[in-house]
DNA sequence: GCCTAGCCCATTTTT
DNA sequence: TGGGCTAGGC
């Protein structure tokens, strides 16, 4: 087998590169994924080594599954620890073969076997960002810390930019001491009470399994040593991405051996704000002097245009490795632009635009994205998408194991595997309603705090507290259900889904939801039941799972892993969660100053180059159409505005777009006449404004709908008395007013 | 202890 | 826009 056929000079120089360090500055599409995958399967083939001895670490789980199948369709599945069915389909062998992970998989797995010596439970639970800001939010209760002078939400992101930078807590606090504000003082405190709940619970959260690892490497020699020598090669992507956390597990495990290969792309650094230091990529043959650096530039992605427009917007940026993409596929269509009227115009135009593209034939729902900068955005869209009967997927946004529902069940899951979590325990102890309340809760915290025992622990000694007769009791039945449940998933006879059904009915969580016969509590039983296949397909794929393992997959998931399940449609996303995908049609929504780049960014020259950076990973996933539309008029979170056009649409080379704003008669009529079609959707041509009648109800781009209560003047010169359904009674003229009837 | 109404609030990106 | 939270009533 040639490992090199149909490579490049310089991705074979990657696949190929032999000793030392290697830095591979890999551009949008530059097949970086193929480099990396031939240069593990060139290990193990040409150079004999073992598939025991590699560390891949990758982005997501989706990229890690992936590249494990395709290194197998390489070298062969065994060596990948995959073992495939007769039908084909692939499961995983738990300790197979290398390891190809996230770097948070790939700490949670190995803290399985090493957490004990860090005075955790090897059966720890893994705390999402929910469970620690509640976490955080226990604490400043506890410290009598007022909640709106310092929010959870703030102090957890304080806390976990800390972590990322590994400070521990009582650096932080020596650091607050000597020149921190007051706020930082008091983010010590609840640090510090944080890190011992999070100690007490057995629990990590998610950047705990990036610190404590290096911990454990700094602690236990022995420990890094057995570690480095596994993972004598280690391959990282995105590695622009990294923090400091993870730049330092990084160094730890290469620094004697020295087989490291990282690959990235400056331009492509957009996770800065949760810590990705993008001074890892830049400065990395600082610290690896001995590093070799191959620059991958050739795209075989998009058209050159696309690659122009996307070159011409990071240009602007003075933070990065210069690098100009090229590809010989050709110019090929234009980048369209497209100004609506206001959102709905915009998305309408999208919507349309994907059906106008599929009745031709040439790209199907499928084959098209849709990108925006925050989630906000994707309400409307998808409005749109459902009035036109456009088939659509949403990517991310409210995940469904954020869903209070499924997070109940998991907290029974995970107290039956952890005894210890606290959050957990909390978090159920009163769900389903069995009469245990805040003050309840209190005293047994507090019973719990000073006996320096599991919350859980506590209910079990109800007795020793002061509580009343009805809440001891109530507490009792709420351990021994605990107990119960305990007691039958440790048989070992039940399968995943068996447990998971077990927790429903033994807990009396479905019937009660079901007893509410509303709508929502329907969509919640659904929710529910939709757990129990998520535990069967985690068993298919992974015949001989338990529990933890279960619960691991689920919090370490994200949300591209949801991708491409069903038919193929359009599909809605942030422009985050395009990274490292393609799409043959892309529409980037909302180019408009302050959307985009976020108003939040627009003071800081930092954040604005990250938000760049950002338009330039979301516009290099287009492969042959790129759109970029915007609205004159734009109503978030209920205020209208009117924003500049995005600088960064300004920033694209005019002769590589072509404006279709003015398509189907003007956008003004176009885009109301889609506001205002409630039920169904009609191009609204023959609108006239001449015809208002008294009792018309009309649109204004910036007061919105409203109702025509009167009518007066001579014909040129007429005059309306319009209530608005938001902005109130007024009085306008006809000639003047842009106002477009609706029904 | 529980429920609801009304308030208030903020409003980016997420392994 | 709505979601999360508190205060007040049962």
């Known amino acids: 087998m040639d490992l090199l056929a149909g490579l490049n000079d310089q991705q074979s120089a990657a696949v190929i590169h032999d000793g030392g360090p290697l830095l591979v500055v890999a551009g949008a599409g530059s097949g970086k994924t193929r480099v990396l995958t031939h240069r593990i399967a060139h290990l193990i083939h040409e150079r004999g080594v073992s598939p025991y001895e590699i560390l891949a670490i990758t982005f997501t789980n989706k990229a890690a599954d992936e590249m494990r199948e395709r290194v197998g369709r390489l070298v062969g ?98 650091r607050a001491r000597k020149d921190g504000t007051w706020y930082d003082r008091q983010v010590a405190e609840i640090y510090r009470a944080y890190q011992g709940r999070l100690h007490r619970a057995s629990a990590f959260d998610f950047d705990d399994l990036l610190v404590k690892t290096v911990e454990l490497f700094e602690l236990f020699g022995d420990a890094l040593d057995h570690w480095r020598q596994r993972f004598r090669y280690v391959l990282v992507d995105e590695w622009q991405d990294t923090n400091h956390a993870q730049y330092e597990l990084v160094r730890l495990l290469c620094w004697e ?13 957009i996770y800065g704000f949760r810590g990705a230091d993008i001074r890892n990529i830049l400065d990395f043959e600082l610290d690896f002097p001995d590093a070799t650096r191959v620059t991958l530039d050739r795209n075989y992605r998009s058209t050159q245009t696309i690659l122009d427009a996307a070159n011409a917007v990071i240009a602007h940026n003075l933070q990065r490795i210069p690098k100009h993409l090229w590809t010989d596929v050709g110019a090929g269509a234009p980048i369209v632009s497209y100004t609506g009227e206001n959102e709905h115009d915009e998305a309408a135009f999208v919507a349309e635009e994907t059906a106008r593209l599929a009745e031709q034939g040439e790209f199907s729902p499928g084959d098209c994205a849709v990108f925006y900068r925050t989630n906000a955005q994707s309400r409307l869209l998808e409005e749109v998408l459902v009035r036109l009967g456009m088939p659509y997927q949403v990517v991310g946004g409210t995940r469904f194991y954020d869903r209070a529902e499924i997070k109940d069940l998991l907290a029974y899951l995970r107290v ?12 159920i102890l009163n769900v389903p309603r069995r009469g245990i309340g805040a003050r309840t809760e209190a005293a047994l915290d507090l019973f719990a ?30 351990v021994q259900l605990i107990d119960d449940l305990r007691a039958a998933v440790d048989t070992g006879e039940l399968s995943l889904r068996e447990i998971v059904e077990l927790v429903w009915t033994r807990t009396r969580y479905l019937a009660e939801l079901e007893a509410e016969r509303t709508v929502e509590a329907l969509g919640r039983v659904e929710n529910v039941r939709e757990l129990a296949t998520v535990a069967d397909e985690f068993a298919a794929r992974q015949p001989d799972a338990t529990l933890p393992e279960l619960l691991e997959s689920i919090a370490l998931v994200s949300e591209q892993d949801q991708l491409g399940e069903g038919a193929p449609r359009l599909v809605l996303m942030t422009m985050h969660n395009a990274k490292g995908l393609e799409f043959p049609v892309v529409f980037m929504v909302g180019m408009e100053d302050s959307v985009f780049p976020h108003h939040l960014t627009l003071g800081d020259p930092g954040a604005l180059e990250e938000e760049r950076r950002l338009c330039y990973v979301a516009m290099t996933r287009a492969q042959q159409r790129l759109y ?30 072509q404006d279709r704003s003015g398509d189907s008669g003007g956008p003004s009529r176009r885009g109301l006449a889609k506001a205002g079609a409630r039920s169904q959707y009609q191009r609204d041509d023959d609108t006239d404004d001449g015809d208002l009648l008294v009792g018309d109800w009309i649109l204004h781009p910036r007061f919105g709908t409203g109702q025509i209560l009167e009518l007066s003047g001579q014909p040129g010169s007429e005059e309306a008395v319009i209530r608005f359904d938001e902005s109130g009674t007024k009085r306008l003229a006809l000639a003047y007013a842009p106002l477009v009837k609706m029904w």
């Open 628 to 657: 970029l539309t915007r609205a004159w008029h734009r109503t978030l979170f209920g205020a209208t505005n009117a924003n500049p056009p995005s600088r960064f649409l300004r920033e694209v080379p005019a002769e590589l777009v």
């Open 416 to 427: 039956i595997v952890n005894p210890a979590d606290d959050v957990s325990a909390r978090r």
């Open 449 to 478: 705090g000073q006996e320096r025992i599991p919350f859980l622990e506590a209910c079990r000694r109800v007795e020793e507290t002061q509580l009343a007769a009805r809440a001891v009791g109530a507490v009792s039945g709420f």
């Open 77 to 174: 599945d065994r060596f990948v620890g995959l073992s495939r069915e007769e039908d084909g389909t692939a499961r995983v062998r738990r300790w197979g073969g290398m390891w190809v992970a996230t770097f948070h998989s790939a700490c949670s797995r190995l803290l399985r076997q090493e957490a004990h010596r860090l005075g955790y439970d090897n059966r720890f639970t893994i705390y999402d960002s929910s469970d620690s800001t509640r976490l955080v939010g226990i604490c400043i209760n506890d410290l009598g810390i007022d909640p709106k002078k310092i929010t959870p939400r703030g102090a957890a992101a304080a806390i976990s930019r800390a972590k990322n930078e590994l400070i521990d807590f009582d650096a932080f606090a020596l």
């Open 257 to 269: 051996h020295r087989n490291l290969s990282v690959v990235g792309d400056s331009d492509q650094s």
